[in-house]
DNA sequence: CGTTAGTTTGACCTGTATCAAAGCAGGTGG
DNA sequence: CCACCTGCTTTGATACAGGTCAAACTAACG
């Protein structure tokens, strides 16, 4: 058990890691379609608007038309209903851009501290109609069609699985998603939020999040402590979250309503 | 009580109702931004690859790039579990467009006995590059941001809504969405679907969907029986289902992730 | 060190699922 | 026109997942 700690959880380890080359964004956009040395660029340029978010601050209000680039710790699309129920819609990571999720009494919140920029300038840059039929914008697009699957993923977890289900398949995707935008290793990511904040994205009680932590522990599925997550075996991580095989990952893109 | 069912739910009454001068469709979008003769002919064009689909009928499989439009009946994006649980992601009704969800084993089917037609025609003709900022193409785009919507309105039902009110909450919406595309007098609807698919949108048991629908009629809030549905007072419903008010409607769009 | 935010534990309660069976149509064939 | 299906709704009895309340524990932080 200690032996599997050490290669399993260690932040010293995972700090040790070999800093990434690239920018989460271009990790994630690159992994989609490979971008060539000018596109790349176009991702370098220096951020506008750079701002630092403590836990629980709002980033955009209700009907905000900016659009914000994560570079460090977690976001969330919120919806808050009037006797104080809140619901994570989605769950932004660095490397994700987000916006106001348009719904009344919706808006964007950092779950953790956080930094962000504004990404209207970086799109414009990327999107411009020049390059044609870019890579860039292909890796754009895809991007968006996976986070609108992740958005239906969401829907599926929160009406379709048990506790146990929900929260073995959120902490898979988040993994997942942290391995495109090169974050981690692959098997162990950062994991800043608090099982509060857990609990308001897969729809459960603080206690029972807890409760299930535990039995994923127990079932050897995840290591979690002290800000730093663990996987030993993300196949059957997966599974246990009625996550779709890894290998189907890359398959047809779109959502409903053409 | 009498007077109350022949005023409130009498199918006799909703027949007779005036038959609709314009397709959902046209309704719809017309309600989003108003629409010129011209644009409103594109959308009268005959129909391509018209369909009839039997209830459970697959319409779209996985990676489909088909987009159809619901002509008749409702349609739904289901995702369906290894194990057989399913999850109804999204609804469709008359003049709506669906194509394929993108999810591993996610695809279209009908909810009910259904028409649908190609619907890529039509879009290529409604937002070719000609007319720029036309109309038409605002009001798609505003379309789409109430698909969005409704989506992470799905979301907050599933996540955060107890059984009764995920019920209201959901007839509330498609009371709406029926009054958009000029269905039914605003008040009145049909309502063709089993207690069981309502069960899968709402992610709940046929038995205690059947439970939560008595409920809401002794609540006086819903008079429901042979396919059709009367609301007496849809604000009731709506603040029972936590949806924001009605008036709030108009407000920004968008989606999370730019 | 005291305070505060977060996690963990225990006892208890309740909303919703499950199982089983009985009503109730509408449709078909005799 | 009846008798029978078959699919859907309704009811009852029972089980359990997950919520709630309250309090103890832990760790970071000034």
């Known amino acids: 058990m200690l032996r599997l700690l050490n290669e399993g959880l260690s932040m010293d380890a995972l700090r040790r890691a070999p800093k990434p080359q690239f920018s989460p ?3 994630k956009l690159n992994g989609f379609a490979r971008l060539s040395a000018d596109e790349a660029e176009l991702l370098l340029e220096p951020p ?7 836990a629980r601050d709002p980033i955009l209000e209700g009907g905000s038309r900016q659009v914000r680039l994560v570079s460090s710790g977690w ?11 809140r619901q994570i819609l989605q769950v932004a990571i660095p490397g994700d851009i987000v916006q106001s999720p348009l719904l009344a009494d919706g808006h964007v919140v950092a779950l953790t501290a956080a ?9 414009r840059r990327a999107l411009s109609d020049e390059g044609e039929p870019s890579n860039l914008r292909i890796a754009w697009r895809l991007s968006r069609d996976e986070d609108q699957r992740n958005l239906l993923a969401q829907i599926v977890r929160l009406g379709s699985l048990s506790a146990y289900e929900r929260t073995a398949n959120l902490i898979h995707e988040v993994l997942i998603r942290h391995r495109r935008a090169g974050l981690g290793d692959g098997r162990r990511i950062t994991w800043p939020i608090t099982q509060e904040v857990l609990a308001d994205i897969v729809g459960l009680s ?14 050897g599925l995840i290591e979690l402590r002290a800000g730093y997550l663990a996987v030993q075996d993300v196949e059957r991580l997966a599974s246990a979250g009625f996550a779709p095989a890894a290998a189907a990952a890359n398959d047809a893109a779109g959502g409903l309503s053409a």
């Open 75 to 85: 976001v969330g699309a919120v919806r808050v209903l009037a006797d104080g129920r």
């Open 25 to 27: 964004l271009h990790s």
């Open 48 to 54: 506008s608007d750079r701002r630092i978010h403590g």
């Open 115 to 123: 930094r962000t920029t504004d990404a209207a300038p970086l799109l």
């Open 206 to 219: 603080i206690v029972h999040v807890n409760r299930v932590l535990q039995q994923l522990r127990r079932d």
